[in-house]
């Protein structure tokens, strides 16, 4: 299952992490989150010991939404060592987001 990445875990969990990290921004009243979610569930399953795979609710979480300049919704942030190195603007296949996050991990 994916992660409740929040404002206050944040830097715990994916700043800090030694594996790449997987962050979907979304919000309940967002249609195309809702597509994207499912999609992110099973990456989170998938990828379960090799990377983190977390969701932000940009209503609930807004310190991190404004670090990162997030405006449109689905985000899907890829981050290595702390620092983003990917990113995905709207809903995408489940494999664009696969081959993004195979990238990481090579």
Not at 78 to 105: H, R, T
Request: charged share 25%; proline share 6%; with cysteine.
């Amino acid at each position: 299952m994916a992660l409740e990445i929040t404002d206050a875990n944040f830097d715990e969990l994916v700043l800090k992490s030694d594996k790449p990290v997987l962050i979907d921004f979304w919000a309940e009243w967002c249609g195309p989150c809702r597509m994207v979610g499912p999609v992110v569930e099973d990456i989170a399953k998938e990828y379960e010991g090799k990377a983190v795979v977390g969701k932000v609710n940009v209503d609930n979480n807004p310190g991190i939404s404004m670090k990162f300049g997030i405006r449109n919704i689905p985000a899907l942030l890829f981050f290595k060592n702390g620092e983003i190195v990917d990113k995905q603007i709207g809903a995408v296949p489940k494999s664009v987001l696969v081959d993004k996050l195979a990238k990481q991990l090579a």
